[in-house]
Every structure is written in structure tokens, then in C-alpha cells.
């Protein structure tokens, strides 16, 4: 009896002697265990993956770097590629779109807070809804913009179906939710902007455009950040509004990687899990430059506190 | 405040204002709008091509309960209900405490373990989407709600992790030292101290880690497939290819599936845009 007592309270002060630094560790434990299990080992996996050719069930087979030689030479990868580029590109509008409405709804009218809830809307409707809504927009025989092209003495135009256009067509179905994202980011930033500063540069003559340019936006550096972040990330994982608005066509033309590799792995098109991880490798490199300069802007972020 | 306060500019541009604001969110919101209207006209319009008229009768009543009742709809919400609660408790249950380990304590691999989560938050879906499906495979857990809602707790623990970590931070470290000196077990410090200051994150997360996961289509079409098991997102391809052409149903089909997030959001809106800033801007 005496020896347990003593035995538990030799463990308890050892526990209490370690209990700072190992109490860190039983936290983080579960988290990390799933994470890693989950998230962090499927990557490795999938760089180990795309050096065989696999449909899922059989045997795997070792072939080396096949599976970027043939992308190498595939008209289909370069097509995607393109198009990741284009919503890259065409994407960052919203950040500038979402600062516009911002500065637009920045004011103290009545019923303001409902206007602000109403403009954020779009974000909150999954991108499924989404991309069906925007279907029926471009619809060429009913849909609203034929209307309204028709309204303004246009030809009709059928985007979805339109090589040349289909891709742009669902970039601005994505730049709806996106902007209100970024307008509701804003929002935000513009509520912590130093008031003095802007009397300061009402007094010194600043006005319109050029105190928006040399005082506001300077302060609402951490909006645009995200923005951008959440932008980026959201531009390189689209997928939802091909899957629903055009399922990559017509002919694969609007096809980006996130989309070719799924059609690749997991459609009908075929099981080749192997390629479908190749591709899969090209996409994480492109995200992992900007992942990089993310995680060394907040490394130096941390590191100046 | 910049711009201006519309009160201190001209009448006229007050005026203006006033009439430019409810027309900037009818142009803003026509697409919706316009499904919002489909979804109350009678399938007859649609057959006669009238599709921007005004409805011959207003048929919302029966058109939504036909989504109801004539189809796997409610089972496809029930779904994704099921996935979605699970996972918001999960992810929000791990990372308070991660959070709460990696804002706290100070060691050698702490800013690394945090980038590693924020890195994994950032990673495209594909590099996941055949291992983590094989690994679902594996577990016999393929086409079932578990596999899914396991699969997004860990993934939204990265996002998380971020957020509970950053608003920690932030929170008075006195607090937590004051309890030490009265000697309080650290895991009590957790429970009695920290947890009780974090109910507003928990509360943004929760929003916003429901919505996420309420709007899912790329895991629920990877990991499920068929009514016992997919979400509502997935779902509504097959209510569409149901119903193909009638745009009424599907109108209302697809509000009913956009619904319960926006639900969310207007009750819950402070919360909401609290946790979308990451609490990075305040």
C-alpha cells in the first residue's frame, strides 16, 4: 500500500516535472495522427503512384517516368494547362471587383447590413448550384444573356458551347462567389482603417483615386493577402463548375488539371490511377510555389513579432 | 471612413445613392433571381417557352413538395446532415486542441507542426483524391458516411488548426500564467481557462466549417456514389437527370439544396464573417 502511494507519487511528480512540455504532444496527437494518415502520407503515396500504371485493382506495374513522358506529348495536358493559366489570370479580378463593391457599400445608409448580406450571398450557395445558375444564364435558347444581348441589338451567342469561350464563360460563373468573398474581406479591412490618416490626407488635398491608392490600400495590406491566398487556391482547385456547367467540354476545352486528372483516374474514360497521379504531381508543383510564398510571408509575419 | 459618408456629400449624389443600391443587387443577383423565379412557374410556361414572363399561376407549392415527395431528395438532405454535423464536430473538437497546444507552449517543431497544417490546408484535392479513395477502399468504408465524414475531419483540421492557433494567440497569456502559479494542471487550464475564451471561434468555425462541407461535391462524387450515402450536392445531378428539361423542378431542387448553408449564414452572419477573415483582419 505504503510502495503504491509512493510509486504514484514518484510518477506524479515526474508527470509534474515534464508536464509542460509533454502536455504540447497529448494535445496535438490526435490531430496530427489523422492529418498525417490522411492528408500528409497521400501525397507521398501519390508521387510514389505516379511512377507505376494502375487501374486500381490489379497489380501495379513499375514503369519509371513513363507517365510524364506521355504527358509530355499529350495534347489534352497542354489544353488543361492553358486553361489553369487563364483562371489564374482571370481570376484575380475578383480582388479588385470585391474592393470596388466594398468601397461601393461602405457607407452608413439604412438597411446597409442586409445589402452587405445580400452581395455576400453567392459565396455562401455551393458551387454545384452555382455552376447550374450560370448553365441556365447562358442557356442558347432561354437563357438571360441571349435577352439581354438581344436587348442591346447583339447576336446571340452559345458560350458553354463555344471553344473560345467556354472557359471564360465559367471563370466569371466562379468570379461571383469569388468576388463576394473578397468584397466581404474587404469590408472588414475597411472597418480597421485609420480614420486620422484619412482626415490627414483630406487636409493635405487627397481625394478619390489617389487617396483610395496611397492611403487606404497600403492599409488594407492583410485583406489583399488573403484575398489573394483564398483566390489562388480557389482559381488552381476548380472543379465543381466544369464537373457541372460543360464536364470539360466541348472536346475537352475547358478542361483544367484538377478536372483531367479526375477524368483520367475516376470516370469512364478509364481507371489509369498511375497517370492520373502524374497529373496530379504537375498540379501540386504549380500550388506548391505559391503554398511556398505563403508560408514565408507568415513565417516573416511571425517572426517580426 | 473612406469613401466619403454619404451624408456629408451633395443631395444629389445621395439620391443617386439610394436608387443605384437596390438596382447594383438586382443586377447582381439576377441569376438567382431568375432560378428563385423558375422555381414557383408552372410546368406549362416552360412548354409554351414562356420563360421570362410572368408566371400563368403560381405553382411554388406544389413544385417544391413535388421535390419532396417525387423524389430522393429528402434523403440525399438527411445525408448530408449526417456527414456535415459529425464533421464540424470532429474537426472544430481537434483542433481546439491542437490550436490550444500550438498557441500555448513554446518547443523547437511548434511553427514547423503549424505549417505543415497550414501547407496541407493549401494542398489540390488530386494529389489526395487516389490514395485517400484506396485507403477508404481498404477500410471498407467506400460509399459509407463514416469514410467521408473521416476523411474531411482530418482534412479540415488543417484549416482549423489555423484559425483556433491564430485567435489563441491572441487571446491575454496572463490569464493562462496566473492559473500556472496557482499551480492548475495544464490540462485543466485547457479545459477551465482557454476553452471557455474560444467559444467565438468555435462558433465562427462551426459556421464556416458547415458550409464548407455542406457545399463538398469533389469528395462526395470520389468517396460515395448512389443515395444511401451522398450528400445533397451530389445529389442534385441525379435529381436533374431525373427530371430532365423541367426547369421547375429543378429550380426548386436546387434552392432546396442551397438552402440550409444560407440558412446558417443569416442566422449565424456575425459569426460567419468573423471566421472567413481568418481573424487575421479585424
Redesign the interface.
Known amino acids: 500500500m505504503a510502495q503504491a502511494s509512493l510509486a504514484a507519487s514518484r510518477q506524479n511528480s515526474w508527470w509534474h516535472r515534464n ?3 509533454l ?3 497529448l ?2 496527437a ?3 495522427l ?2 498525417l ?7 507521398f ?2 508521387f510514389n ?1 505516379s511512377l507505376f500504371e494502375w487501374d ?1 485493382l490489379g497489380e501495379a506495374e513499375y514503369v519509371g517516368l513513363y507517365n510524364y513522358e506521355e504527358l509530355y506529348w499529350d495534347e489534352a495536358f497542354y489544353t488543361s494547362l492553358k486553361n489553369n493559366v487563364i483562371w489564374l489570370v482571370l481570376y484575380l479580378a475578383a480582388i479588385p471587383a470585391g474592393l470596388f463593391i466594398a ?2 457599400l ?4 439604412t438597411g446597409i447590413r442586409l ?1 452587405k ?6 459565396f ?6 452555382v455552376g ?3 448553365t ?2 447562358y442557356d442558347p435558347t ?1 437563357g ?1 444573356l441571349n ?1 439581354m444581348l438581344g436587348a442591346v441589338g447583339l447576336p446571340p451567342m452559345n458560350v458553354l458551347g463555344d471553344e473560345n469561350w467556354v472557359t471564360v464563360g465559367i471563370i466569371v460563373a466562379g468570379l ?1 462567389p469569388q468576388t463576394a ?1 473578397c468584397m ?2 474587404y469590408l ?3 472597418n ?2 485609420d ?1 486620422e490618416q ?1 482626415e490627414a490626407g483630406r487636409l493635405d488635398g487627397a481625394k478619390g483615386w489617389r ?2 491608392w496611397y ?2 490600400v497600403p492599409q488594407l495590406r ?2 489583399t ?2 484575398a489573394f ?1 483564398v483566390t489562388i ?1 480557389g482559381a ?2 476548380s ?2 463548375l466544369i ?2 456547367m460543360t464536364n470539360g467540354g466541348p472536346f475537352g476545352s475547358s478542361r483544367v ?2 478536372f483531367y ?2 477524368e483520367v ?2 470516370s469512364e474514360y478509364g481507371f489509369r ?1 498511375g497517370y ?2 502524374a ?3 504537375v ?2 508543383m504549380i ?1 506548391l510555389a ?2 511556398a510564398y ?2 514565408w510571408t ?2 516573416k509575419e ?1 517572426r517580426a513579432r | ?3 466619403t ?3 456629408r456629400t451633395s443631395r444629389t449624389w445621395q439620391i443617386s ?2 436608387t443605384l ?1 437596390p438596382l ?2 438586382i443586377l ?5 433571381i ?2 428563385a423565379i ?1 422555381s414557383v412557374k408552372p410546368d406549362i410556361d416552360f412548354a409554351n ?1 414562356n ?2 414572363g410572368w408566371p400563368t399561376s403560381f405553382e411554388g407549392f406544389t413544385n417544391y413538395a413535388l421535390v419532396f415527395t417525387g423524389s430522393d431528395m429528402p434523403q440525399y438532405l438527411m445525408n448530408s446532415f449526417r456527414i456535415t454535423i459529425p464533421t464540424v464536430i470532429g474537426a472544430v473538437a ?2 481546439c ?2 490550436g ?3 498557441g ?2 513554446k ?1 523547437k517543431a ?2 514547423w ?1 503549424f ?6 490546408n ?14 477508404t477502399l481498404q477500410m471498407g468504408l467506400y460509399n459509407t458516411i463514416t469514410g467521408l465524414v ?2 474531411h ?3 479540415q ?2 484549416f482549423c ?1 489555423l484559425f483556433m492557433r491564430n485567435f489563441i494567440r491572441a487571446l491575454p497569456f496572463e490569464l493562462i500564467e496566473a492559473a500556472r502559479v496557482e499551480g492548475v ?3 485543466r487550464i ?1 479545459w477551465y481557462v482557454v476553452l471557455p475564451l474560444m467559444k467565438p471561434a468555435i462558433a465562427a468555425l462551426s459556421v464556416l466549417i458547415f ?1 464548407f462541407i ?2 463538398d ?2 469528395w462526395a ?2 468517396l460515395t456514389q448512389g443515395v444511401e450515402s451522398q450528400p445533397v ?1 451530389a445529389g ?2 441525379s435529381f ?1 437527370a431525373q427530371y430532365r428539361a423541367a ?1 421547375h423542378l ?1 429550380s426548386a431542387g ?1 434552392i432546396v ?2 438552402l440550409p ?2 440558412a ?3 442566422l449565424m ?1 456575425r459569426h460567419f ?1 468573423a471566421g ?3 481573424g ?3
Open positions: 508536464q509542460q512540455q502536455t504540447p504532444w494535445f496535438l490526435p490531430g496530427i489523422f492529418f494518415f490522411y492528408v500528409i502520407f497521400p501525397i503515396q501519390s503512384l486500381g468601397l461601393f461602405n457607407q452608413t445608409v445589402y448580406s445580400l452581395f455576400f450571398f453567392p455562401v450557395i455551393s458551387q454545384v448550384v447550374l445558375v450560370f441556365w444564364f432561354f438571360l435577352v461571383w468573398y466581404i474581406l472588414t479591412g475597411l480597421a482603417v480614420p484619412i487617396m483610395l492611403i487606404i492583410p485583406a493577402f488573403i491566398v487556391i488552381l482547385r472543379f465543381d464537373s457541372v488539371l484538377s486528372m479526375f483516374a475516376l490511377m492520373g497521379a497529373i496530379a504531381v498540379l501540386f500550388m505559391f503554398i505563403f508560408l507568415m513565417y511571425e | 471612413m473612406f469613401p459618408p454619404i451624408e445613392y439610394q443600391l447594383a443587387l447582381w443577383l439576377l441569376p438567382l431568375a432560378v423558375f417557352a420563360y421570362w481537434l483542433s486542441m491542437t490550444f497546444a500550438l500555448v507552449y518547443f511548434n511553427i507542426i505549417f505543415m497544417f497550414v501547407a496541407g493549401f494542398v489540390p484535392f488530386q494529389i489526395l483524391m487516389v490514395p485517400v479513395r484506396d485507403l473521416l476523411f475531419i482530418a482534412f483540421t488543417g488548426t494542471a495544464e490540462w485547457f458550409t455542406w457545399n461535391y469533389f462524387v470520389v450536392t442534385i445531378t436533374n426547369y429543378m436546387s439544396a442551397a448553408p444560407v446558417m449564414f443569416f452572419q464573417i472567413l477573415t481568418l487575421a483582419v479585424k
